[in-house]
Structures are given as C-alpha cells and as structure tokens.
C-alpha cells in the first residue's frame, strides 16, 4: 500500500492540521510561498517559477509524491507542506517542512512533524526517521529538536550549490524504541 493510501485511510489529522495529497487547486497557494527567495532557500529544488510549481504538484498528487499539502484542519487554507518519504535505507523515512510566511511561527511544522513521526512509527512500522537541514535553518534544527530526533553528524561542505558554493548540513533521526520509550513517558504532546 502506498503512502498517499495511507494517508487517505488514515486522515492524518492534529488538532489543528491536517495532510493531505496536493491537487491542481492547490496551484495559487504554493506559488506564493514556493516562488519567494526567503523561504524557499534551503530547499533543494530552490525557487520555483510557475512551470516548476506546475510540475511540483503534479509529481505530488500522485503515488510517486514526496511532499504533502498542508492544511488548516478546519479550512482548505494552504499554510505550507510537508516532506514525507521513503529514504534509501529499509523501513527508515525522510521528513521536513515548509511553512509559508503568514503561518510561520505557530507551531505547525512541529504539530505536524509530530503527527508524521506518530505515523511513520505506529501504521508504517517504521525503524527509523531522519530529517536534514543547513546549520543557518536555526527554526528547522529547533523543530527537530522539539520533536525528539538527536543530531547524529554535521557533515561539512557536503552539499554542491554551484560555482565555489558548498553548504554544510546537519543530520537528524529518531529511532523506533526511541519513539516508543517517549510514548511511555508521554513526551507526544
């Protein structure tokens, strides 16, 4: 079963978010934020114009997505997506976020990030989550933080972004038993 599948099944769903695969009329939405230099720096596809949101949410309505819409649970408002997708390693996932501007600073990467660590571990069976992010992305390493994952390397200079350019990145994961032994202790709220 795949994970659009999943998450069709599942609603994914927090107290104030749900996820969701992209559609077409997502389109106005993401480019606002997924067009802006500011927040799409970090990104590895880095700005998109108009062809490459097209493309963008074409690649995420479909089984072979790797980012999902991000809603107000209550409203079709768009505040941003998730990463979310197999890495190359077996039962271990990749996540991350993108948050557009006017719902920065609320919380949603972290609520949402939490409920995608509840389900890549309690209905994926997962071993392993990981995360990535440049050491600069300060509100990203403290949202990986918030949710439980350790920095596990700073890999220096291991990122090409052309002519002389090279970026530095941290690495993040949390591991299944880990996971579990904070459900115990009710560190998931």
Same mark, same amino acid.
């Given at each position: 079963?795949?994970?659009?599948?999943?998450?069709?099944?599942?609603?994914? $769903?927090?107290?104030?978010?749900?996820?969701?695969?992209?559609?077409?009329?997502?389109?106005?939405?993401?480019?606002? /934020?997924?067009?802006? &230099?500011?927040?799409?720096? =970090? #990104?590895?596809?880095? $700005?998109?114009?108009?062809?490459?949101?097209?493309?963008?949410?074409?690649?995420?309505?479909?089984?072979?997505?790797?980012? /999902?819409?991000?809603?107000?649970?209550?409203?079709?408002?768009? $505040?941003?997506?998730?990463?979310?997708?197999?890495?190359?390693?077996?039962?271990?996932?990749?996540?991350?976020? $993108?948050?557009?501007? &006017?719902?920065?600073?609320?919380? =949603?990467?972290?609520?949402?990030?939490?409920?995608?660590?509840?389900?890549?571990f309690e209905d994926l069976h997962a071993h392993r989550v990981i995360a990535t992010c440049q050491p600069?992305?300060?509100?990203?390493?403290?949202? #990986?933080?918030?949710?439980?994952?350790?920095?596990?390397?700073?890999?220096?200079?291991?990122?090409?972004?052309?002519?002389?350019?090279?970026?530095?990145?941290?690495? =993040?994961?949390?591991?299944?038993?880990?996971?579990?032994?904070?459900?115990?202790?009710?560190?998931?709220?």
């Amino acid at each position: 079963m795949s994970i659009i599948d999943h998450l069709a099944k599942n609603n994914l $769903v927090t107290e104030r978010l749900r996820l969701r695969p992209f559609q077409a009329s997502d389109f106005a939405a993401l480019a606002t /934020y997924a067009t802006d &230099p500011d927040v799409m720096h =970090y #990104m590895e596809e880095g $700005v998109l114009d108009e062809q490459g949101v097209r493309a963008f949410l074409q690649k995420n309505a479909g089984d072979g997505a790797t980012a /999902y819409a991000l809603l107000l649970r209550d409203k079709d408002d768009l $505040v941003g997506h998730m990463v979310f997708h197999p890495w190359f390693a077996p039962q271990t996932y990749e996540i991350g976020w $993108v948050i557009a501007p &006017p719902h920065q600073r609320q919380g =949603y990467a972290t609520e949402a990030a939490r409920e995608l660590l509840r389900f890549s571990f309690e209905d994926l069976h997962a071993h392993r989550v990981i995360a990535t992010c440049q050491p600069e992305n300060t509100a990203s390493y403290r949202v #990986m933080e918030k949710i439980g994952m350790r920095r596990e390397g700073h890999f220096r200079k291991c990122i090409h972004r052309g002519g002389d350019l090279w970026w530095d990145e941290y690495f =993040y994961a949390i591991l299944a038993e880990e996971w579990d032994q904070a459900s115990l202790l009710g560190d998931h709220s």
